[in-house]
């Protein structure tokens, strides 16, 4: 995989990792931003990879993979992760928006979402190998 698909892999990772330690520290509204950004990366990467540029400034996961050819692919559960996790991106830094997220964010619930996000990236990144064999 050539370094800038790379980057954007190991950004995710780090971002997934980052979720996690907000988890256990119970940063709840901060866990949803992280899985956002960890999922949002990888799909970056899956972008960068089939079209070699770099990806577009935005943080639309749906726009993300409808570019990527991904949305083709993606499950109903799948589709309704990304409507679920989209406004904990940008929500999230705004005060109006904050107290409503974070009300509605407790330990199980990010639990569950982190969960979730490992699991899509796990599998985009399965995605991603294949593309590449194809490449």
């Known amino acids: 995989m050539n370094d800038k698909v790379q980057y954007w892999i190991e950004i995710s990772d780090y971002d997934i990792e980052t979720a996690s330690a907000m988890l256990e520290t119970r940063r709840f509204l901060y866990v949803g931003f992280m899985c956002h950004q960890a999922i949002e990366k990888i799909l970056k990467a899956f972008y960068q990879?089939?079209?070699d540029e770099i990806p577009p400034k935005t943080h639309n996961l749906r726009f993300l993979a409808k570019e990527t050819g991904l949305s083709e692919s993606l499950s109903e559960t799948q589709k309704?992760?990304?409507?679920?996790?989209?406004p904990m991106n940008i929500d999230a830094r705004y005060p109006e928006y904050k107290e409503r997220i974070f009300d509605s964010l407790t330990y199980e619930n990010c639990k569950e979402i982190l969960s979730k996000t490992q699991e899509m990236q796990k599998w985009i990144k399965q995605k991603l190998l294949e593309k590449q064999k194809n490449i």
């Open 80 to 86: 309704s992760f990304f409507r679920m996790l989209e």
């Open 49 to 51: 990879l089939i079209r």
